[in-house]
């Protein structure tokens, strides 16, 4: 059964809001777990400047850099999707993620290049290395007559996660123990409290391209009659691949900056959508947009808590979840193709 | 008025000529068929034609301008392309494949407007698929599914259409509905056809005029008359009448 896209997606952004809302409630006191409903009002009379610094510097801005990489995820999966008709099409099974992840962890060993550069490096560098992941999958992938098959885009991403994965690992070993302990959190898909003027790119990043790629919807629905079909009614294929493998890239890169390597949001995320409503890609942005956000907020909210004081790191959650889910799809992908 | 004029075209695929398709001229609301035996280069040209393969020699013009000049959107506003296999999307259903014939029309935030729903009404009427709005195309049957297609083509409101083997998958019933759909979309709009058939009676009831492509090779063959294009087939395959019906 379908529903229609917009209620839908006005109830999404509204859980979003409410679980955004009870997620900055949430923290912990002297060990303990603790729900602060009332934030807003402490917030405001000025009563609790702990509570106001706490929430200003550490709850809001992880609770926000969560609903971005969420975002920021389901839309580039939704995109790669789209443009490739590959249900199994993810940023995280590409190596897309890889690309961003190896750039960012070298930024990170290097000693003085932060500091020297400033944490705009993070965003950019990730952006670059997700770029380049993207273009070599998708070049790896290229079958006869120029076709991406969907083998091709598996394989290509085993063989660019393998090699970033090597990398990164002979990255890590010269860390010190201080900051491994900090790089494997986030590696393993880590929701941190970032800088307000990095959760401030990251928005205007998700925000350009994900209304970009919602503008592009209608002629990515087009794909849907094969490359050469939507060639036939006037869409320019070519250029289209390119923007949506550059939108694709530069939200990867920046949900990677800030949350590391989330798996299976781009992948899951689409799915549910196109169950919910339909597979008109229009439609389906600001759904997947809200969803990734609503799924990572909440899982964040979860992986604080469950071994509190302790955190997991929300990428753990996701694979968890979301590796039976990838099973049943390839299931399906393989008796298809059979 | 003259839709579609090539010139001295020869189409082929990199440096190979396929077929040297000369110069020939299509009116509003004319239609010719091109004939021909298998690999004798017939889809070759309509691809030409559309502008998904550029020509070796000469020009195609539409409208008096050059099909290769014309921007992506442009081209697919002037002329419709039905090829005879695509690798379609078969979980879209009906009206969502009707509606993407519409993707030249697109707004600049990839919205469709009120005549685009009108269009695409207008279409799934002619092709008798209104009631099929919601079905997928992996469940229809094959003639269905033909009806479909033919819609959103229809649906991209260019003044040529190239169809390539519209009929090969249709029983005699849905050939004839479908020169039915055809011949009104001629009336009607004016819609200049280029029909590229193996059925005799396709190129026969419906072509003013045929084109039989032999040895690398299309010449007109003048008006299409009962028995003429028969004749030209088996002229061109060089075999007993009675093989052909």
Known sequence: MRLRAVPVTLCAFALLAVAAYVATALGSRGGELTLELDWPHRLFAGADRGLAAVIAELRAPRVAAAALTGAALAVAGLVLQGVSRNPLADPFLLGVSGGAGVVVVALYAVPSVIPTLGWWIVPVGAFAGAQAATALVLTLSRGPRGRVTVLGLILGGVVVNAFCAAIMTVLLVSLEPLRLRFASFWLAGGVSSAEWGQIAIAAIGVGVASVFMWARGGAINAFGLGEEGAGLVGVDTRRLLRESAWAASLLTGLAVSLSGMVGYVGLIVPHAVRLLVGGDVRANVPLAAASGALILVVGDAAARSVISPAELPVGVLTALIGTPILFVLIRREMRRGA | MTLLETRELVCGYGARAVVDAGSFLLEAGESVSIIGLNGAGKSTCLRTICGQLP??????????????????????????????HAEIDLGLSVEELVRLGRTPYLGRFGHLGPDDARQVEIAMELCRVRGLRGARLGELSGGERQRARLAMVLAQEAPVVLLDEPTSHLDVVQRFALHGVLAEMRERRKTAFVIVSHAIADAE??????????????????PSKRGAVRAALVAAAGIPEEWVY
Request: aromatic share 4%; hydrophobic share 45%; no cysteine.
């Open chain 2, 55 to 84: 020509p070796l020699a000469g020009d195609v013009l539409v409208n008096g301008r050059s099909v290769a000049a014309l921007a992506p959107r442009e081209r697919a506003r002037s002329i419709a392309f039905l090829p005879q």
């Open chain 2, 205 to 222: 009831r419906f072509g003013d005029s045929v084109i039989l492509i032999k040895d690398g090779k299309a010449g007109h063959l003048g």
